[in-house]
């Protein structure tokens, strides 16, 4: 929770790399918030379709009760759209962890009293990123596409971010 107050701290304060460059505090949040939705897609999506990749489309009436889900699959299993998927979803991730540091590297903020050595240990070297974008972007969805694949691939973002993938990979 801590490192979760210190992010939103720094991004409304103006303090991280992108407010420095004169990005309002507010748009900043904007950005981390949807690149933390975006990667959350890109990692349940990948969960999804690996997790139904060699099974039937059709068993327990998925087409009727999971109609978006079951023409995600259709089209992420047609030809070798799996691996387009995979190589431009990888592009994202980059991409996205990238605009993620942007959001939550502050050089300039004030230490709260720290020693330089723990501050720089625990705050410095990236650790609040790291543990808010797993906890919040990467684990709870690939859990909930392990858990539940048609349920997750039912719901209107994976088949943008899926189409959105296969077209980066083609260009």
Same mark, same amino acid.
């Given at each position: 929770?801590?490192? $979760?107050?210190?992010? &939103?701290? !720094?991004?409304?304060? !103006?303090?991280?790399?992108?407010?420095?460059?004169? #990005?309002? @505090?507010?748009?900043?949040?904007?950005?981390?918030?949807?690149?933390?939705? $975006?990667?959350?897609?890109?990692? @349940?999506?990948?969960?999804?379709?690996?997790?139904?990749?060699?099974? +039937? %489309? /059709?068993?327990?009436?998925?087409?009727?009760?999971? %109609?978006?889900?079951?023409?995600?699959?259709?089209?992420?299993?047609?030809?070798?759209?799996?691996?387009?998927?995979?190589? =431009?979803?990888?592009?994202?991730?980059?991409?996205? #962890?990238?605009?993620?540091?942007?959001?939550?590297?502050?050089? +300039?903020?004030?230490?709260? !009293? *720290?020693? /330089? *050595?723990?501050?720089?240990?625990?705050?410095?070297? =990236?650790?609040?990123? *790291?543990?808010?974008?797993?906890?919040? !972007?990467?684990?709870?969805?690939?859990?909930?596409?392990?858990? /539940?694949? &048609?349920?997750?691939?039912?719901? %209107? @973002?994976?088949?943008?971010?899926?189409? #959105?993938?296969? $077209?980066?990979?083609?260009?």
């Amino acid at each position: 929770m801590m490192y $979760f107050c210190y992010i &939103m701290y !720094g991004m409304w304060a !103006g303090e991280s790399l992108l407010g420095q460059s004169g #990005v309002p @505090g507010v748009v900043v949040f904007i950005i981390f918030a949807c690149c933390i939705l $975006f990667l959350a897609l890109l990692e @349940g999506v990948q969960v999804a379709i690996l997790v139904r990749e060699n099974k +039937d %489309p /059709d068993e327990n009436n998925f087409p009727q009760t999971h %109609p978006r889900a079951t023409a995600l699959m259709k089209r992420a299993t047609h030809e070798k759209n799996v691996r387009r998927f995979l190589i =431009g979803r990888q592009f994202f991730v980059i991409f996205v #962890v990238f605009l993620i540091n942007q959001c939550t590297i502050f050089p +300039d903020i004030h230490q709260f !009293g *720290a020693p /330089d *050595a723990v501050w720089f240990i625990f705050f410095q070297l =990236g650790l609040p990123t *790291a543990l808010n974008v797993l906890c919040f !972007g990467q684990l709870p969805a690939q859990l909930l596409a392990n858990l /539940d694949s &048609m349920l997750f691939m039912n719901r %209107p @973002g994976p088949r943008f971010t899926l189409e #959105v993938c296969l $077209f980066t990979e083609m260009t």
